[in-house]
């Protein structure tokens, strides 16, 4: 395998066309920086799609999975294993949640959330209470399901007959919102902070009503935190820093911090409606991916990670003020904590790639969110020396892209 020579050609002649990746090819990373197979350093303001929380090859992550890796790595659902209720024990202490159900991503966290919802309406009150309720530019994965429960219909469409009762509304419209609900309703699912959409914020009171109407109609509200949760904004779930709880709550990017694993957490009273049979993965909650999260988990939930990122926050601010004092190409940057979009002002509208594409050439990874936003979503950890180095990449990259 070794002396096979791997290029970026490679990829159009073995891989499905559905991604369209950079022309360099990263082959090691540590802490915030990665390098490529020609020995160039990059800066990592992306975390992979805000997922590395804890940046590239952490030795607590890198120990937990080196240990685990020598004990026992599959067991299948038959059986339950060690680092699984350990970690779904941390998972219920620290959040409002009393049950854990853990599988490989988001999308699948999501979809385990949804059916759960759909069969809870389904045993309390009846087949009529199956409306599903979302927001336009949500995401919530690529399952059939959870793309059609995503706000962005060109993401579902051309692949046939799709799910239905799913309905969409505009994200912090309240009177869009209370036209569409009734006892019809099954679940509203939101994102506490829509990440793929724009990293949009929602008002404090818009979030308020939306829990007192699923109250009002006994829907359940789902929250997903895929993107915002473990420490994304600077509290171990965003729910809690909006005085609103979810029934049902779903995890995965950060939990893993690049392990593959998700979760659902949910109520004991609403956790019943998946009883044995209802639901399932071989993979979900096997050893490996529970270790790794479970060293995550503990390193993130501790005030000097969590109070960190808050201040890492205000770098990046300040920072970025700084570029668009010079440059006036961003109309405001927005998010929290490490989950942060600068928005492109009407002279850059669409070129959030630009900036992108910009920024890698000056050897800094940074993301896009939808076409107007650039987005940042570091390693929680990140040094200030890493964060003032890739600011000023990120200056060059912003003065090639003004400069045109
Ligand atoms: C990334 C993301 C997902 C999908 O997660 P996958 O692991 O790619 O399936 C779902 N919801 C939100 C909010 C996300 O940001």
Not at 12 to 30: E, K, T, W
Not at 169 to 189: F, G, K, R
Not at 337 to 350: H, P, S, T
Request: glycine share 10%.
């Amino acid at each position: 395998m070794s002396e096979m020579s791997v290029t970026r050609e490679l990829f159009d002649q073995v891989m499905v066309p559905n991604y369209a990746p950079a022309s360099m090819i990263p082959v090691r990373g540590l802490g915030a920086r990665v390098w490529d197979q020609e020995h160039r350093e990059y800066i990592d303001f992306a975390g992979g799609i805000a997922v590395s929380c804890l940046g590239h090859c952490h030795p607590v992550l890198v120990g937990a999975l080196r240990e685990q890796s020598e004990k026992l790595w599959h067991v299948s659902n038959v059986l339950t294993n060690e680092p699984a209720l350990r970690l779904a024990s941390k998972m219920v202490a620290a959040t409002f949640a009393d049950k854990a159900y853990f599988c490989n991503s988001g999308a699948e966290a999501n979809e385990a959330a949804f059916k759960l919802a759909r069969r809870y309406a389904l045993e309390h009150f009846g087949e009529h209470k199956s409306q599903i309720i979302a927001f336009n530019q949500g995401f919530h994965g690529r399952t059939f399901f959870t793309v059609t429960v995503g706000g962005q219909a060109v993401y579902s469409d051309g692949f046939g007959p799709k799910p239905s009762a799913i309905d969409h509304v505009d994200y912090n419209d309240l009177s869009a919102l209370e036209a569409i609900m009734s006892d019809n309703t099954c679940a509203v699912v939101m994102e506490p902070l829509q990440g793929e959409g724009g990293i949009i914020s929602p008002d404090v009171e818009y979030i308020k009503a939306v829990r007192a109407l699923c109250d009002k109609y006994n829907a359940l509200l789902i929250f997903d935190e895929v993107q915002t949760g473990v420490g994304r904004t600077g509290a171990l779930y965003a729910y809690m820093e909006l005085g609103v709880a979810p029934d049902i709550l779903t995890s995965a990017k950060s939990l893993g911090g690049g392990f593959p694993i998700g979760a659902m957490l949910t109520t004991s009273a609403i956790a019943a409606s998946l009883k044995p049979g209802t639901h399932g993965s071989t993979y979900g909650g096997n050893p490996l991916a529970c270790a790794v999260a479970e060293a995550a988990f503990d390193t993130v939930n501790t005030s000097a990670v969590l109070n960190g990122v808050k201040e890492r926050e205000a770098w990046y601010r300040e920072g970025l003020a700084a570029i668009n004092d010079k440059y006036q190409c961003f109309s405001e940057v927005r998010g929290k904590g490490l989950l942060l979009g600068a928005v492109l002002n009407k002279q850059y509208q669409g070129q959030a790639k630009a900036f992108l594409d910009a920024a890698l050439e000056e050897q800094l990874m940074v993301l896009v969110a939808g076409a107007n936003v650039v987005r940042f979503a570091p390693s929680l950890v990140i040094s200030q020396e890493d964060v003032t180095e890739g600011l000023a990449r990120f200056e060059r990259a912003v003065a090639k892209v003004v400069q045109g």
